[in-house]
């Protein structure tokens, strides 16, 4: 019987779902609905539901946005030819990528303009990695796993350098950065890791949280890198863990046997999501539902230029 449930902190909206949030939430308000949003603002189910509530049209493609309409490209980035095609169509643009990702891109654009031969460790389809290939896809070879590192083929003539998804476990990381290190020792790493810190600080509290707990419960959608990689994280360490999108889709034979429980949630996943958990379990008589911190979080990023700029303009007239 569960008798104590503890929350991972930090957990939930990091500073760049928050920023693209606002960003859609705050075109709705200057522009009026519909505000067109390429692919998913961020990857959580309830967040995109919410937003096309409130007027928010999700498309696969620009080629999908009636000319001259309001557009906000999603905070895991775009590549060129997106942008490119954007313009063709006289959109009215609103760049919502997250200022991390950004940092990738323009690292990518660096060492090839320089000459690199470029490792790009990210998952296939995801797109953030879709984004960033698009800055060198002649200079780019993707790099998914440690096998990969340990079959792909550099030039041996050229500068190397690897860069990485920020959504990416840290540990796999690792391993993977490792191999390809020992095959080719001259290889160039970014100046900073490219890994984000809400990636990193949720991964740290849920290593923390694990001797505690018996179960993982992690909220996020299927879709979300991030998320997936937490319920990694407790699987990799031995404790059992399963990846929800809302509390509905709990199965009560998880809890059998199990008395403590630990909640974190991907950094795309509202706040609301983990108060409605927490609910449920007070609901089966759990009174222990307390925070279990790890780190503490103060990173604000700014809303996009095109907005902030739209925003005095209209103040202005």
Known sequence: MVRRVLLASPRGFCAGVERA???????????????????????????????????????????DVPRDATLVFSAHGVSPAVRDAAAGRRLNTIDATCPLVTKVHTQARRYADAGYAIAFIGHAGHEEVEGTFGEAPDATVLV????????????RDRPLAYITQTTLSIDETREIVDVLRARYPGIVAPAKEDICYATSNRQW????????????????????????????VAHALGVASHLVDDVSEIEESWLEGVETVGVTSGASAPERLVRDLCEWFRARGVTDVSEFSSAF??????LPVELRRAQRSSAAA
């Open 144 to 155: 998914e796993s440690v096998d990969d590192a340990r079959r792909v083929d550099l030039p």
């Open 205 to 232: 509290a849920v290593k923390e949280l694990l001797d505690e707990v018996e179960l993982l419960l992690v909220i996020g959608s299927r879709n979300s890198s991030n998320s997936k990689r937490l319920v990694e």
């Open 21 to 63: 949030v606002d960003t859609v939430e705050r075109a709705l308000s200057l522009y009026g609905a519909p505000v067109y949003v390429r692919k998913q603002i961020v990857h959580n189910k309830h967040v995109v539901d919410d937003l096309e509530r409130r007027g928010a049209i999700f498309v696969d493609s620009v080629h």
């Open 297 to 302: 979080e103060d990173v604000v990023f700014r």
